[in-house]
């Protein structure tokens, strides 16, 4: 719209210019015509050529020196010498017409040259002073003497003071929507400025959101390495740890080699499944057991493995009716069970653990509940240390990523249970 208005705008501009050219030239083409008719055809009121050849002349003279003024405009662009260039063209005008009404033709030339070169005020007196020369020589070029006369030179005066009001108004509404049509496209093009400007500092902020965008996306990226690296590799080792120091006390206590051994093969299988882990992470893929089955079995599988590792008693329960959640509420679910069952294990000594997997219609939690030593839970800065603090952050923030919470419930003697409570939200949001 904007390149179309600007378009629009040259085209007019173009048309007045070459309107101003044109009216330019009718005054010479006027002049022209009106000596050749007054050489060449004869009136009776008109006067020898020894009158009428040197007023064409000098008329001719002062339409050059209008000319080449124009093409010097005055320092504020307006043209040099209007009001003196009208009064010098309507006397010379006025003499030629009381010489040879024929030059009639070219009085009427008053008219655009006051339209053209006075200000708003003088313009109307310039018109109406244009129409005494144009009158005269519709009444036969002589002065009137007689009061008949004075009254038919006024009247047809009165006429053309009309006609010449009418095209006036005309040309006033016709200015009026120029100089709007001018300032709408002023500020138009001042709009224009400002779009630009805007789409310049947009891409701007765009580019500075790129780069911010990127920089979140790394830091997130950072932040789920570190939480998957926790889940996986840390609880990894520290069950490596856990099962070589099992087999280390087995031999130092004389066990049989197949009790020791088996301590040495869960910590190989320990070490396999933390690598695979450990390579889904990076990929962010989902975890392998979760892959294999739904959330149910994948924590029955957890809870199997656990007993199988810690000689205790382990248990899973699942109420309402199961069904698949979207895969961050699973994996969230699955990384708090594995950190629960691995702090159980590192500091609970506990006998019994137990898991409740509950469905309800908007909500799922899940409970650990060990009859472990429990703690202090004003001493989990201390715990801190020892890295069990940095475990229960990380399911805490993982709970609260998906609108959800994790409840600590313990004391020294009394065991521990951890509850997690997410949004139910299928597979289909």
């Known amino acids: 719209m904007i390149k179309e208005h600007a378009a629009d705008e040259r085209t007019l501009g173009a048309w007045q210019q070459r309107l101003d050219r044109a009216a330019g030239l009718l005054g010479y083409v006027a002049l022209l015509v009106a000596t050749a008719l007054a050489l060449l055809v004869p009136v009776p009121t008109a006067r020898s050529a020894r009158v009428t050849l040197p007023a064409a002349a000098a008329a001719l003279l002062w339409l050059l020196l209008r000319s080449a003024l124009d093409r010097r405009p005055g320092p504020d662009g307006r043209a040099r010498y209007g009001g003196a260039h009208f009064l010098g063209l309507l006397a010379v005008t006025t003499v030629l017409v009381l010489d040879n009404p024929i030059y009639g033709f070219f009085a009427f030339t008053g008219y655009l040259h006051a339209s053209r070169y006075l200000e708003e005020r003088a313009r109307v007196v310039g018109t109406a002073a244009a129409a005494v020369p144009t009158t005269l020589a519709q009444t036969g070029g002589v002065l009137p003497t007689s009061g008949t006369q004075a ?11 009309v006609v010449v009001g009418i095209l ?6 016709a200015d009026r929507l120029s100089r709007r049509r001018k300032e709408a496209n002023a500020e138009l093009a001042e709009a224009n400025r400002l779009l630009t400007e805007m789409l310049a500092e947009n891409a701007g902020l765009h580019a500075q959101l790129l780069v911010q965008a990127r920089e979140a996306g790394a830091a997130d990226e950072r932040r789920r390495l570190a939480r998957e690296m926790h889940d996986t590799v840390a609880q990894g080792l520290a069950g490596i740890v856990t099962q070589l120091q099992a087999a280390d006390q087995a031999r130092e206590q004389h066990a049989p080699a197949k009790q020791w051994q088996r301590h040495l093969d869960s910590a190989a299988a320990l070490a396999r499944e933390s690598l695979t882990q450990a390579r889904r992470a990076v990929h ?15 924590l029955a599988e957890l809870v199997e493995q656990w007993r199988e590792r810690n000689s205790a008693a382990a248990g899973l329960t699942v109420t309402g009716e199961a069904r698949p959640l979207h895969p961050e509420v699973e994996v969230t679910l699955l990384r708090i069970a594995q950190e629960s069952l691995a702090n159980a294990a590192k500091y609970a000594r506990a006998s019994r653990i137990g898991l409740t997997l509950s469905y309800m219609p908007d909500l799922v939690t899940l409970d650990v509940r060990d009859d472990g030593v429990g703690f202090d839970p004003a001493a989990e800065p201390a715990s801190r240390a020892t890295g069990g603090g940095y475990g229960l952050t990380v399911m805490r923030r993982r709970a609260e990523r998906l609108a959800g919470r994790l409840d600590l419930e313990t004391e020294p003697g009394a065991g521990t249970t951890v509850s997690a409570t997410l949004p139910a939200i299928s597979t289909e949001e």
Not at 168 to 173: F, G, K, T, Y
């Open 284 to 298: 962010a893929l989902r975890p392998l057991e979760l892959e294999r089955a739904a959330l149910p079995e994948a």
């Open 168 to 173: 006036l108004a005309l040309s006033e509404v």
């Open 151 to 161: 009254g038919g030179f006024l009247a047809v005066l009165a006429f053309n003071l």
